[in-house]
């Protein structure tokens, strides 16, 4: 498969020509609609390229034990300084996003030399990070943050078991799991947070450990209570208008129920409800999509930039789009946005993410917000997990709802659902 050609000065394309496995470079992706043919092959070929250069740093650095040592940590001029947990943030974010993508055969094209490097220093690099004398230990006891951090990790051994979780050798599963386990000693605050327990909790059920029922429950208990309607829940108590059901609520409250029903713990029932209100969920999420390729800066957590459309990716990772919704049209769709927002100072000059929306713009970051928070941007890449002949990459290019009716084409009508 052929790999993207960067754009950028001289030096920085010879650089980017070159760029192999193991190599750290500075992002030169441009908002350019003629920078690639109109096809599924060329449009997967930017998307790994530019999750490859999001992820390399972190899980290079990890695998050498110089995460700690090389990562800057910039963090918002309102930071509340829980610095010691960034690195985790990176990390288990990082893997959440990369985890279908690992997961798909090891191959000899430059796709798949690429993977089977970066699954090679994930799974090198866990060990490093669950190692109490490595200097790249994880902070999993420490704060509360953690809670939301380890549940990535988990997130990213759920969507692919064999290529990162079966190989870790024992002595690093049993430190995954007493790290998962430690987190029990703080409780998850009354909102999304509920979720990021149950889900750490679900993988513990799913490789046959001890497991916490009880938190499980309250979370499911929490958000039965929180759905609003037309695919939302409340974030807690009260509504807030922001990307958190995508960040974190459709795809971690599906994936839980999944693995409890199939355990016999929940009926299926509560999987499927779980599922169609993702579905109308992701029903919104693509017609937000502007026909530009861009999509409205609201709530807080902006800086997780295209991580806001994880519920969409996943759907599309699932083969579970909503009628009249097609893959292209969403391929094509989060293509813009990647070329929109991972652009102008998206990463500085050693590769790692800046703080910021489009661009770097530290001054919108949120208090809690450091470099490890975000590689959220990581979640919107879930459809490389799709092999390169799916439907996904390979159907014609086509207009997005919002394209189709800004440009006066037929597009399909909207209806709230009662369910």
Not at 26 to 42: E, I, P, R, V
Not at 57 to 65: I, R
Not at 268 to 282: F, H, P, S
Not at 376 to 399: I, N, Q, V
Request: charged share 25%; net charge neutral; hydrophobic share 40%.
């Amino acid at each position: 498969m052929e790999r993207r050609k960067f754009i950028g000065t001289a030096s920085i394309a010879g650089a980017m020509a070159a760029l192999l496995p193991g190599e750290t470079v500075a992002s030169t992706t441009q908002s350019n609609g003629n920078l690639y043919a109109a096809n599924g092959s060329k449009d997967r070929a930017y998307w790994a390229d530019l999750l490859y250069q999001m992820m390399n740093p972190v899980f290079t650095n990890l695998a050498n034990n110089t995460l700690v040592k090389n990562m800057p940590v910039e963090a918002s001029p309102t930071y509340d300084g829980r610095k010691n947990v960034t690195y985790l943030e990176a990390v288990g974010r990082a893997a959440a996003g990369m985890a279908p993508w690992l997961a798909l055969p090891d191959d000899d094209t430059k796709e798949g030399k690429m993977r089977k490097d970066l699954k090679q220093k994930f799974l090198k690099g866990i060990a490093n990070g669950v190692n109490p004398s490595s200097p790249d230990y994880l902070n999993f006891t420490k704060e509360y943050q953690p809670i939301v951090d380890a549940a990535y990790l988990a997130h990213a051994f759920l969507r692919a078991p064999e290529a990162l979780w079966e190989p870790l050798d024992d002595v690093t599963k049993k430190r995954v799991i007493k790290e998962f386990k430690a987190l029990r000693t703080r409780k998850p605050w009354n909102n999304n947070w509920q979720l990021f327990t149950a889900l750490t909790e679900a993988f513990l059920l799913n490789i046959g450990e001890e497991w916490d029922k009880e938190a499980v429950n309250k979370a499911l208990g929490k958000f039965k209570e929180w759905y609003v309607g037309d695919g939302w829940y409340s974030d807690g108590p009260r509504f807030s208008f922001d990307y958190y059901n995508s960040f974190v609520i459709h795809p971690m409250l599906v994936d839980t129920l999944e693995i409890l029903a199939s355990k016999g713990v929940v009926p299926k029932e509560n999987y499927d409800l779980a599922l169609k209100r993702m579905i109308r969920q992701v029903v919104h999420q693509e017609r937000m999509i502007s026909p530009e390729g861009t999509f409205p800066v609201i709530g807080r957590s902006i800086t997780y930039r295209n991580g806001a459309f994880q519920a969409l990716a996943q759907a599309a990772l699932m083969h579970q789009l909503p009628e009249g919704v097609s893959p292209s049209q969403v391929r094509c769709a989060l293509t813009a946005i990647k070329k929109n927002i991972l652009g102008r100072d998206t990463f500085n000059k050693e590769g790692w993410l800046t703080l910021g929306f489009c661009g770097h713009q530290p001054d919108v970051a949120d208090y809690y917000s450091s470099t490890g928070s975000m590689y959220m941007a990581s979640l919107s890449f879930l459809p490389l997990g799709l092999p390169a002949d799916d439907d996904f990459w390979m159907g014609k290019p086509e207009d997005w709802t919002a394209k189709k009716a800004w440009n006066g084409k037929n597009f399909k009508k909207d209806y709230h659902v009662d369910y």
